[in-house]
């Protein structure tokens, strides 16, 4: 079973940055897409950013010119740098490849990785 597996994740003060990772265990045929979500506490899962395979990006509102994502979806690998990070950042961030393969479709996602910004 194919897993994706984050690192990166941490403890840092307000205005520090992070650099998350995430590649997949095995190949993912078909991935469309690889991005970042995040779970804050008592919300709902987020949208952080996402790479299309055709090159296109869509940043949260709330990340745009902080959090820049680069990666290589044949390659199945994701990175998302986090700079100038506020208390609000704080979230378990989880990385997404959604894949289309045939007439299957569907996502992949990992275990999560604890971002915690201290004011």
């Known amino acids: 079973q194919v897993q994706l597996v984050e690192s990166g994740g941490g403890l840092v003060q307000t205005g520090g940055s992070l650099r998350l990772s995430c590649a997949a265990s095995?190949?993912?045929?078909?991935?469309?897409?690889m991005g970042w979500y995040r779970q804050g506490p008592g919300k709902q899962r987020e949208l952080v950013a996402r790479?299309?395979?055709?090159?296109?990006?869509n940043y949260a509102d709330s990340v745009k010119g902080r959090f820049t994502i680069s990666g290589d979806n044949a390659k199945n690998t994701v990175y998302l740098q986090m700079n100038s990070l506020k208390p609000e950042d704080t979230a378990v961030y989880y990385c997404?490849?959604?894949?289309?393969?045939?007439?299957?479709?569907?996502?992949?996602w990992g275990q999560g990785t604890q971002v915690t910004v201290s004011s």
């Open positions: 997404n490849a959604y894949a289309i393969y045939g007439p299957q479709r569907g996502d992949y």
């Open positions: 095995r190949t993912i045929f078909g991935v469309n897409a």
């Open positions: 790479i299309f395979t055709g090159g296109s990006i």
